[in-house]
């Protein structure tokens, strides 16, 4: 067997799985990256050769491990290289996903698992009076007004502790919709992670796996295609929201529609523009609007954004 990887810092001692210290307990050596790791002094009280190491460890090491700092770059190199890594009560895909999220994955899982359980104690017959009278379509204007302070805190270039923030109160709305749906056993927090987990992994074959891409273009591609099979959509423009504002609208119909060979470039959509204007239709000259900063790989809703914005500024 290859060297097993346990990404654990000091502070995460309670944190390691019970099959993790089985494994650990199991290896011959456990070597460790830093010298005053608490995990130390357990190991060699329980019989285990444990301590810190001289030379870089080799991951076809057989019956060693390594306990690694979460954010180390050996934690990706020796995956890459074949070695087994952990990764606490997460269910990676592989060994690399497992490295990569390393470094931040026992906080999210003892952070999200405490937030799930402060939505639980709010919404239950001990909680808060108006977090259990709450529902799906009472919540609606909320979710609404925090994915646009999420919005509006990026153009402002907020991308900080503000942009944190901002964060949190959107997760929160999807927090709360999920245990609303737990609270009527129709599905958890748990089902909507693991729900788009297994999207991810699915929309993303070049990545997961033998797929070959040659750029982002044919990335899109193959999303669409793949989402328009698990759909099974006779309707190509089938799950655009009737409710999207009209310039996001028309881009994501263009984006669609490129998938199946729609292709304006500068010069084109330039011209159908200049074919719409004087606006006689001022709808077909906003379409082309939109279809030229998609050619110059501008997003159309947010320049009207901070165009606006700048105008407020004027004043």
Known sequence: M??????????????????????????????????????????QAAGVAAGPFDDEPDAGSDGWALVAQPGSRRVVELARA??????????SPDELT??????????????????????????????????????????????????????EAIDQGLTGA???????????????????????????IADVADGIVEKLVRR??????DVTVK??????????TIKKQEKERGDHFEGIPAGLPALLAAYKTQKR???????????????????????????????????LARARGIDPEAALRKATQDFRATF
Not at 172 to 177: A, I, N, P, S, T
């Open 2 to 43: 290859p060297l097993l990887v346990v990404p654990l810092a000091g502070d995460e001692v309670e944190e390691l799985t019970l099959g993790e210290w089985d494994r650990l307990l199991a290896c011959e050596r456990v070597l460790f990256e830093r010298r005053d790791h608490p995990l130390i002094a357990r190991l």
């Open 82 to 91: 074949g070695a087994r890594v952990t990764s606490g009560t997460a269910r």
């Open 98 to 151: 497992a490295a990569y999220g390393a470094y931040v994955g026992r906080r999210a899982a003892r952070a999200l698992g405490t937030l799930t359980e402060v939505m639980a104690r709010l919404r239950g017959p001990e909680g808060c009076p108006w977090d259990a009278e709450q529902s799906h379509e009472s919540l609606r204007i909320h979710l609404l007004e925090e994915a646009y302070e999420v919005l």
């Open 162 to 188: 503000e942009l944190r923030e901002e964060l949190g109160d959107l997760l929160l709305q999807v927090m709360f919709h999920a245990q609303m749906a737990a609270d009527d056993s129709r599905f958890d």
């Open 204 to 209: 993303h074959p070049h990545v997961f796996g």
């Open 215 to 224: 750029d982002a273009n044919e990335v899109i591609r193959n999303w669409e």
């Open 257 to 291: 529609a490129a998938a199946l060979g729609f292709d304006a470039d500068e010069a084109v959509a330039r011209s159908r523009l200049e074919s719409a204007w004087p606006p006689d239709d001022l709808g077909t000259a906003l379409f082309w609007i939109v279809a």
